[in-house]
């Protein structure tokens, strides 16, 4: 009788829980039984790691082989248990030395002749093995992913053969340097110094990044509403380690191929189309897996033609916008995904998108706009802190206008009014809540007067006087001023364009003005 324990990892949700496969050989009829809440994809590695342990020429035991996966209670999917599962059982039957496996963590898919595939959320994996100070060891296609980290000592094999020869100490393993991360490789951020025009919508991406806020544009098409949202990313603060690396995990659990390793340290910007379902947008599925608000985390998520989403769908968005995360709940577990973007948004006036252009093109009747404007939830709505209009230009009035402000320059200004908020009370603006909002974004007896007398003449909400106090604060930051005053509040209610209109007017008669 003949027992080996080999160390692995497994997915839920960003984490990457400890496994210990089991594997324990006994006398009695040849067979093979897979304990502790396997997949089919895990059910199924037997007949893999059978197929590679007799084509890498070794021998497969004719005895019965019981391989437990423990926690028990844990839910274990995909192939990444097959290379640990295969050490388990050639260490159980004596054909390699079983103390080598110690102080290792292993990796991998095995194919049918012994090769090494890759596996999705390596670099998770890596970061907790790291923390308990061990070696991993995974396929070659991993080794670009996992060098992202610094935190762990990882080597790199490309057949099961290769690994058993450096266990029994004949060769080395190429060695994972956190250094061959290429840093410096060309940013693709999309620029500001590209729009032309738009002062008004300029500057309320500058308050938006400043503060961490959501924005919502309102315009006909072809005024640049998408131009603005995409070059939100490159006057945000430029990601930190533990930033890029938490967004980093993201796409390594979702993505089936390697591209986003070329976005390292980018924030960003996903844009669904207006038809994807809640799963898409939230993420889920019988195996959970994260959907755009994860994969837009640390970064932007610009939703177009607002209203076209179905309704359903934008009110899943509603507690991520409040709680930074999305929590997928089944049957068997509950997985968390971190989910901490700003939301920008754009929608027309009306559905032909021309209501109130001075051609009078539109033919779009009240009954029209009001239900088309309605398609978009108040609650949602609410939770948006700029609502900006952004009109349309004449072509003559575009070609001489002046260039703008490049992203650097503008970058530089959003820099300097997150460092005071950090220094200030430790988060961005936008984070602000209960007491420590109410000591930070503190007003003068007559300017608070004049807020909460424009507040119940709008109709704002708690949530929305709350939103335009920390909108002030942002506006203020921007002006280094250590104080709230009227000018800054005057600004920050002027963002607030549907709450302006109020109950005599629908959201579409922004394009009046």
């Not at 991520?320 to 971190?338: D, Y």
Request: glycine fraction near 8%; proline fraction near 7%; charge should be neutral.
């Amino acid at each position: 009788m003949s027992f080996a324990s080999v160390t692995t990892r497994a997915l839920l949700g960003v984490e990457s829980p400890e496994v210990r496969v089991e594997v324990h050989l006994s006398g009695g009829l040849p067979s093979l039984s897979l304990v502790g809440m396997p997949e089919t994809a895990v059910r199924e590695s037997k007949d893999r790691v059978r197929s590679a342990i007799l084509t890498s020429q070794f021998d497969f035991p004719a005895k019965r082989i019981t391989i437990n996966l423990a926690p028990a209670d844990l839910p274990k999917d995909g192939g990444r248990f097959d290379l640990a599962i295969a050490l388990g059982i050639l260490a159980a039957s004596g054909q390699l030395p079983a103390d080598a496996l110690q102080g290792h963590e292993w990796l991998g898919e095995l194919g049918l002749n012994g090769e090494l595939r890759p596996v999705s959320g390596a670099l998770p994996s890596a970061v907790r093995c790291g923390q308990q100070a061990r070696r991993l060891v995974l396929p070659q296609q991993n080794g670009q992913e996992v060098a992202l980290s610094d935190q762990c000592d990882v080597r790199t094999a490309t057949t099961l053969a290769e690994i058993v020869e450096y266990l029994k100490g004949n060769q080395q393993l190429a060695t994972v340097l956190p250094d061959a991360v290429d840093e410096g490789r060309e940013r693709t951020l999309a620029d500001l110094l590209d729009v032309k025009g738009q002062p008004q919508a300029r500057r309320a991406l500058e308050v938006a990044a400043a503060g961490g806020h959501n924005l919502l544009f309102i315009g006909p098409p072809g005024t640049g509403k998408t131009m603005l949202a995409s070059r939100l990313p490159g006057i945000l603060p430029p990601m930190s380690e533990a930033e890029a690396l938490e967004s980093a995990a993201v796409y390594s659990i979702a993505a089936s191929n390697s591209d986003w390793l070329q976005h390292w340290k980018q924030r960003p910007f996903r844009a669904p189309h207006h038809t994807a379902s809640g799963v898409a947008l939230v993420g889920g599925g019988s195996n959970p897996r994260p959907g755009e608000i994860s994969l837009a985390h640390g970064g932007v998520l610009f939703l177009d033609e607002l209203p076209e989403y179905s309704r359903k769908v934008l009110d899943v968005l509603r507690e991520p916008l409040e709680s930074g995360r999305i929590v997928i709940s089944r049957a068997q577990r509950s997985v968390t995904f971190p989910a901490r973007f700003q939301l920008v948004a754009a929608m027309n006036p009306c559905p032909c998108g021309y209501f109130g252009d001075p051609s009078g093109r539109c033919r779009c009747n009240e009954e029209q706009i009001r239900r088309y404007q309605g398609q978009t939830s108040g609650p949602l709505l609410d939770r948006i802190d700029l609502h900006v209009e952004v009109p349309a230009m004449p072509t003559a009035l575009l070609q001489q206008a002046p260039p703008g402000e490049s992203s650097q320059v503008v970058q530089q200004r959003v820099l300097a009014a997150r460092q005071r908020q950090l220094q200030r009370q430790g988060c961005s603006n936008n984070e602000l809540a209960g007491q420590q909002r109410d000591q930070v974004c503190a007003l003068q007896a007559d300017d608070e007067a004049w807020l909460l007398a424009a507040a119940e003449k709008l109709n704002l909400s708690a949530r929305g006087f709350h939103r335009v106090l920390k909108l002030a604060r942002t506006i203020a930051d921007l002006a280094g001023s250590e104080h709230i005053h009227k000018p800054h509040l005057l600004e920050a209610i002027g963002y607030r364009s549907l709450d302006r209109l109020g109950a005599a007017a629908t959201p579409a008669a922004a394009a009046r003005r």
